[in-house]
């Protein structure tokens, strides 16, 4: 069965940083996947973060003007989010996804609160 297990999550100040991770068990390969980090803030609709196709080409959402990377290693099955400047808006339940054709798995989802 495949899981994917995010991690990395917490509580920060604004402007700080966080890095999340998201670990895809065996079972797909991975390298050839489409995955992307997505949030959730309460009362608000699941949006784009940032995803990364198979062949490397990266899409942000409009919030993040630079101040996100997505990463992946495909050789530990896993991809990253680097957040820098983060402010309290970014508070939200952030979901990793892997996406392939008509299969997609999801992560159970990490908190991250920006709050002084």
């Known amino acids: 069965q495949v899981q994917l297990v995010e991690s990395g999550g917490g509580l920060v100040q604004p402007g700080g940083s966080l890095k999340l991770s998201c670990a895809v068990t065996?079972?797909?390969?991975?390298?050839?996947?489409?995955v992307s980090w997505y949030r959730q803030a309460p009362g608000k609709q699941r949006e784009l973060v940032a995803g990364?196709?198979?062949?490397?080409?990266?899409e942000y959402g409009d919030f993040v003007k630079g101040r996100f990377a997505i990463s992946r290693d495909n050789v530990k099955n896993t991809v990253y989010l680097q957040m820098n400047n983060l402010k309290s808006e970014d508070t939200a339940d952030y979901y990793c996804?892997?996406?392939?054709?008509?299969?997609?798995?999801w992560g159970q989802g990490t908190q991250v609160t920006v709050s002084s």
């Open positions: 990364m196709f198979s062949d490397g080409t990266i």
């Open positions: 065996a079972g797909i390969i991975f390298s050839v996947y489409h």
């Open positions: 996804n892997a996406q392939r054709f008509s299969l997609t798995y």
